[in-house]
T-cell receptor
Framework: SAVISQKPSRDICQRGTSLTIQCQVD?????MFWYRQQPGQSLTLIAT?????????ESGFVIDKFPISRPNLTFSTLTVSNMSPEDSSIYLC?????????????FGPGTRLLVL | GQNIDQPTEMTATEGAIVQINCTYQ??????LFWYQQHAGEAPTFLSY??LDGLEEKGRFSSFLSRSKGYSYLLLKELQMKDSASYLC??????????WGAGTKLIIKP
């Protein structure tokens, strides 16, 4: 499976600031996804990022708050804008790869964000 | 609506067998995934079922019954490193994964 890295691995930020999270994949992939996961909770999909098109956001998430870039087939960024303590979470990127006749999502190591 | 039901927490003994059940309701169905997630880490892929029946992969097996909206993950010869959360994730008609909150499995010596 693809090797996925994320930067930063963790950060502590002040309320009102913004943080950009990077996701790098070692192979070209079409579909990239951004999730967040709060402690003890399930994964929540923020948006799907396809290269060459605008990201598709899920209900409850908007581009002004979570702008996403997808400049090529190996890289994407998610920005968490105007942060509040409620944005404290783990943010995960994932990619979809096909093997054995189906597509499987593989995850990066995650970015742990604490907003004070 | 779409819904996933898994036990919140289970406890088992090292060397034993444990079965983690998952029932689901989705808009359409394109298979079901199981992921393992150790505390503080990202989920890792375990198995995928799209047809009814049992898929065996080493110590782990996964079963699916589409008519019952039911799946289980069977872990044999439990090891301490199997302590983790196990996430059941069916894929709906839009090929989107629907995530449950997961089952936290605690292995005791």
């Amino acid at each position: 499976s693809a090797v996925i890295s994320q930067k930063p691995s963790r950060d502590i930020c002040q309320r009102g600031t913004s943080l950009t999270i990077q996701c790098q994949v070692d192979s070209q992939v079409t579909m990239m996804f951004w999730y967040r996961q709060q402690p003890g909770q399930s994964l929540t999909l923020i948006a799907t990022a396809n290269q060459g098109s605008e990201a598709t956001y899920e209900s409850g998430f908007v581009i002004d708050k979570f702008p996403i870039s997808r400049p090529n087939l190996t890289f994407s960024t998610l920005t968490v804008s105007n942060m509040s303590p409620e944005d404290s979470s783990i943010y995960l990127c994932s990619v979809e790869e096909g093997a054995g006749g189906w597509e499987t999502q593989y995850f990066g190591p995650g970015t742990r964000l604490l907003v004070l | 609506g779409q819904n996933i039901d898994q036990p919140t927490e289970m406890t088992a003994t090292e060397g034993a067998i444990v079965q983690i059940n998952c029932t689901y309701q989705t808009s359409g169905f394109n298979g079901l995934f199981w992921y393992q997630q150790h505390a503080g880490e990202a989920p890792t892929f375990l198995s995928y079922n799209v047809l009814d029946g049992l898929e065996e992969k080493g110590r782990f097996s996964s079963f699916l019954s589409r008519s019952k909206g039911y799946s289980y993950l069977l872990l044999k010869e439990l090891q301490m490193k199997d302590s983790a959360s196990y996430l059941c994730a069916p894929m709906d008609s839009n090929y989107q994964l629907i995530w449950g909150a997961g089952t936290k499995l605690i292995i005791k010596p």
